[in-house]
């Protein structure tokens, strides 16, 4: 058992971008992509062929979701070459995924094509729909997981909610409202950029930080402002400004260092050597006449009359619950299991 409760360290709040998340989506040329582009060491995800205008942008254009999948692994086994060792920093600090109304369709497109059928409803029971979800969730989890800093960019609409028998218009991202869902449960700031006159009849690029029922926006930090001048610089210093607010109003724990909120903890188990372990502790309770006992754990945990023996590698988790319970019980019996 790799996780213990008991010994959790409080959560630390990092100063620095990495692992942190933004979507930013508003009207056209408001300075989505010139803007996110300036975050430390980007690549320009470009579902959306937007940067022509924009000198100096590492860009992998993207046609298909294969290819997108194709970026990320990379992106993933760089990261782990850095956690490993090999080398001291990752290539790329940034993943800016341009946009995500494009790579949802892309991403629905190949789960349409996996399926076999042209349209989600086609699929058995509709599970087309939620496999299109998780896709597109695991995609931007993967990344962010593995330490980087994500810009997911979206244009902008206005549409008639209605609600308790209300009507009002409501400005939110053109993405599908499934990617929405993914990725506002994801992100640490939903961001709203558009146009503002100036006293001299100058318009210049704002960025809405905090929501309405008229719009969507907001950020997980409460002290961050309702409006800034959209530029990378001001997001950067308002976010933290923000954080240090939160360490002198709430006492917030804070660094100045990339903090791994993401690190896997669970231990990566051997699938042979698992069921072994499992197989020593079946003997030894069954010499002691205690079967019953272990066959109450396997049937809990794979269902009544399954066995360990029917089971592969990919039901690892599986069989790592019930080796727990089994050494848990063995604890309770005063037995002793060579290993």
């Known amino acids: 058992m790799s996780i213990d409760i008991f010994n959790i360290e409080p959560s630390t709040i990092s100063r620095d971008l990495s692992g942190k ?23 320009l995800v ?34 782990k070459a850095v956690e490993d060792g090999e080398k001291d920093e990752t290539v790329f600090k940034t993943v800016i995924v341009d ?15 996996k399926e ?10 509709k599970r087309g729909y939620k496999a299109v979800e998780r896709e597109y969730d695991a995609y931007f989890q993967d990344i962010v997981k593995a330490g980087y800093t994500l810009v997911v960019i979206s244009h902008s609409e206005t549409k008639q909610i209605k609600e308790n028998g209300e009507k009002y218009d409501k400005t939110q991202p053109t993405v599908d409202r499934r990617g929405l869902k993914v990725l506002a449960r994801l992100v640490d700031v939903i961001g709203y950029s558009t146009f503002e006159p100036t006293e001299s009849s100058e318009n210049r690029m704002v960025l809405y930080l905090r929501g309405s029922k008229e719009l969507e926006a907001g950020s997980r930090n409460k002290y961050m402002s309702a409006k800034i001048p959209f530029t990378y610089t001001a997001l950067l210093e308002d976010m933290q400004q923000a954080i240090d607010k ?43 006449g205690a079967m019953d006992k272990y066959q109450s754990v396997t049937n809990n945990r794979l269902g009544k009359g399954k066995l360990v023996r029917d089971c592969d590698a990919t039901q690892i988790d599986l069989l790592m619950l019930i080796l727990d319970d089994l050494q848990d019980l063995t604890k309770e019996e005063g037995m002793l299991i060579e290993e």
């Open 21 to 43: 998340s933004f979507l930013i989506y508003g009207d056209k040329k408001s300075g989505k992509t010139s803007n996110a582009v300036k975050f430390p060491k980007p690549i």
């Open 46 to 79: 470009a579902f959306e062929k937007g940067y022509n205008m924009l000198s100096g942008v590492m860009a992998q254009p993207i046609n298909k979701w294969k290819e997108a999948l194709d970026v990320k692994k990379q992106l993933l086994k760089d990261a």
């Open 99 to 113: 946009t995500a109304d494009l790579a949802y369709d892309m991403c629905e497109a190949y789960i349409l094509a």
């Open 116 to 125: 076999g059928v042209d349209y989600l409803d086609e699929t058995e029971s």
């Open 246 to 288: 939160l360490e002198k109003e709430d006492g917030a724990k804070v660094s100045d260092k990339p903090i791994d909120v993401y690190k896997d903890q669970t231990d990566v188990a051997d699938f042979k050597q698992t069921v072994a372990k499992i197989g020593k502790i079946a003997k030894a309770l069954n010499e002691q």
